[in-house]
C-alpha cells in the first residue's frame, strides 16, 4: 500500500514538497508563504487548503498568510485573491481564529502618492519618467492603476517588509506564466531591494512541483539574464 502511495499523484507532492523544503535554503516562513501566493496565483483550493494549514501548523501568522493574499489581488486579479481570503477565513473559523486588524496604511487620499515611494524604492527614480512619457489614453492604466492600485494597496500594507513583498509578487508573476517581461523586471526588482539570486532560484524551487518545469526554467533563465552565476 505505501509503495502504490508513493506513485499516486499525492504521494508525489508529499515526496516533492519534502525535497524542495529541505532543499531550499531560504526560510521555512517564507516557503510557506511563496507556496500559498503561487497556489492563489493558479486558483488550486485543494492544495491551497493543505498548505494554509501547514503554514498555520508551522507558526506562520495567519495576517501573514493574508496579505501575500492581498500581495497579489493586483496579479492574479481580484477574483482569485477573494477566494484564498475566503478560504483562509474558512479555516480560521474551524479553529476558533479570526483577523480583526487591517495593516493597511493609506487612504484614498494617499494611496497614488505613498506608492509611488514604494515604486521608485523598488525601480528607481525613472519610474517619474515613465509617467512622464505615458500616452495620454493609457494614463488610466499605466500611471494611476499601476501605481495606486499595485503599489499603493498592496506594497505600502504592514505584516511584511516591502523586500519579502517584491519577492512575492515575482512568484505571482512566475507562476501565471506568459509575462516573461514583467518577470524579468521583478526579478530585476528583488535584486535591487537585496534578495540575492541563490534566494530566486530557492523561490522557484519551492514553486516547482505546483507550477511546472517550463514555467520554473523559463523564470530561472531570466533571473541568470539579471543575476548571472558567479
Not at 477574483?79 to 487612504?107: F, K, M, N, W, Y
Not at 506564466?177 to 514583467?182: R, S, T
Amino acid at each position: 500500500m505505501a509503495a502504490d502511495n508513493q506513485h499516486s499523484l499525492s504521494g508525489i507532492e508529499e515526496r516533492l514538497y519534502q525535497e524542495t523544503s529541505e532543499a531550499a535554503k531560504i526560510e521555512p516562513r517564507m516557503q510557506h508563504l511563496i507556496r500559498i501566493s503561487a497556489l492563489t496565483a493558479l486558483g488550486s483550493e485543494r492544495l491551497l487548503k493543505t498548505d494554509m494549514e501547514r503554514a498555520l501548523d508551522a507558526g506562520v501568522k495567519a495576517e501573514e498568510i493574508d496579505e501575500a493574499i492581498y500581495q497579489g489581488m493586483a496579479y492574479s486579479g481580484l477574483a482569485r485573491a477573494l477566494d484564498a481570503q475566503q478560504l483562509l477565513t474558512d479555516i480560521l473559523a474551524d479553529r476558533g481564529l479570526e483577523i480583526t486588524a487591517d495593516p493597511g496604511t493609506v487612504t484614498a487620499d494617499n494611496r497614488f502618492a505613498e506608492g509611488l515611494k514604494q515604486q521608485k524604492a523598488i525601480f528607481g527614480a525613472h519610474i517619474d519618467d515613465m509617467h512622464k512619457n505615458a500616452k495620454a489614453d493609457e494614463r488610466f492604466l499605466t500611471v494611476t492603476q499601476l501605481t495606486g492600485f499595485c503599489f499603493g494597496d498592496t506594497y505600502t500594507r504592514g505584516e511584511l517588509s516591502l523586500k519579502e513583498r517584491e519577492l512575492l509578487t515575482f512568484c505571482y508573476i512566475t507562476a501565471l506564466g506568459g509575462n516573461w517581461p514583467q518577470v524579468k523586471a521583478h526579478a530585476g526588482g528583488n535584486i535591487n531591494m537585496g534578495t540575492t539570486r541563490a534566494e530566486l532560484i530557492d523561490a522557484i524551487s519551492v514553486m516547482m512541483p505546483i507550477i511546472g518545469f517550463p514555467k520554473s526554467l523559463n523564470a530561472l533563465a531570466l533571473v541568470n539574464e539579471v543575476a548571472p552565476a558567479k
